[in-house]
């Protein structure tokens, strides 16, 4: 089937490659912003955002760990920002300095390049904020284990427990929806820069063209990443606090402690499905091995 129908294509695609006027990398961004975006135009949504941060901001400067939130924030919105200069610099590159048809206007090429900064900037704001979400969450667990190992009482840590993992249950519901797009933008983006690949041919297409998919995908990987760590912090836990010493008598209570944060199986959740490191990990190995596939099988077919 694909000798026969590749040679059709890189004769119906020489055309486009000659007058190219988008990519089809271009096209995820656009669509991933609005659908991202789209829950948060509704006013539950936005009140239920705004009441989490508000208790994430409260929990903070209970516990004494704003500083130690502010710095990590920090580092998040310079990754970020350079994401965002650097797919807008790969845009203007391949813009202004690649090779492109006579026929393409100044204010198309504009139009473009105004497209890829609002949307873009529009996923990697909304990414922004999930992670600061999940830097939250992350320093919040490490409060809590902090507590655990200094003066914390046996009888206290189910109590803390319970109120850690409602939070963690509440953020996951909150954001769940555009993380799900996310992860829907980042299952489309490679394939379509593939594609993009075999219409122009892996010798003429430029390599700005792929920066700005790729930098994207990389965007969206920290963003699956920072969500992956909460649950793996708290399948540590239960070693954690197995480990500690809460005085003469008490490893039968501390072993209920243990079982009670073992069952509870705390963690960041997507459509009720507990998002683990591995699973992420599992996810990139198998697009690399599509990737590396279709690449090879692409190389092999051009002509």
């Not at 990398?25 to 009441?51: C, I, M, N, W």
């Not at 953020?171 to 933008?185: G, N, Q, Y």
């Amino acid at each position: 089937y694909w000798d026969h129908v590749a040679p059709l294509g890189f004769k119906f695609t020489t055309r486009i490659s000659d007058r190219r006027k988008m990519f089809l990398t271009e096209v995820p961004t656009p669509a991933g912003a609005v659908l991202v975006l789209a829950p948060f135009l509704l006013r539950r949504h936005q009140k239920d955002l705004a009441e989490l941060m508000l208790l994430l901001r409260k929990l903070s400067l209970e516990r004494s760990y704003n500083e130690w939130l502010a710095r990590r924030a920090r580092r998040d919105v310079a990754v970020f920002s350079f994401i965002w200069v650097a797919i807008m610099a790969a845009a203007g590159f391949q813009t202004v300095f690649a090779e492109r048809d006579r026929s393409s206007s100044l204010a198309w090429d504009a139009l473009r390049l105004s497209m890829a900064a609002i949307f873009s900037g529009a996923i990697l704001c909304l990414a922004y904020t999930m992670v600061y979400i999940c830097r939250a969450l992350h320093v919040m667990i490490d409060a809590f284990c902090c507590d655990i190992v200094g003066n914390m009482e046996l009888q206290q840590v189910a109590h803390v427990w319970n109120i850690t993992q409602a939070i963690l249950r509440l953020a996951s519901d909150c954001i769940a929806p555009s993380f799900f797009v996310l992860c829907v933008v980042l299952v489309v983006t490679v394939p379509l820069q593939l594609l993009d690949m075999g219409i122009l041919g892996s010798s003429r297409a430029p390599v700005p063209m792929l920066l700005p998919g790729l930098l994207l995908t990389c965007g969206v990987l920290y963003v699956l990443l920072s969500a992956a760590t909460i649950s793996g912090k708290c399948g540590r836990l239960p070693a954690l606090v197995n480990a500690i010493s809460f005085g003469a008598g008490t490893e039968r209570a501390r072993q209920h402690t243990v079982d009670y944060i073992s069952s509870s199986a705390a963690g960041f959740y997507v459509c009720d499905v507990r998002l683990m490191t591995s699973t992420v990990l599992k996810f990139v190995y198998v697009w690399c091995l599509v990737a590396v596939g279709l690449l090879t099988r692409l190389a092999s077919n051009e002509p």
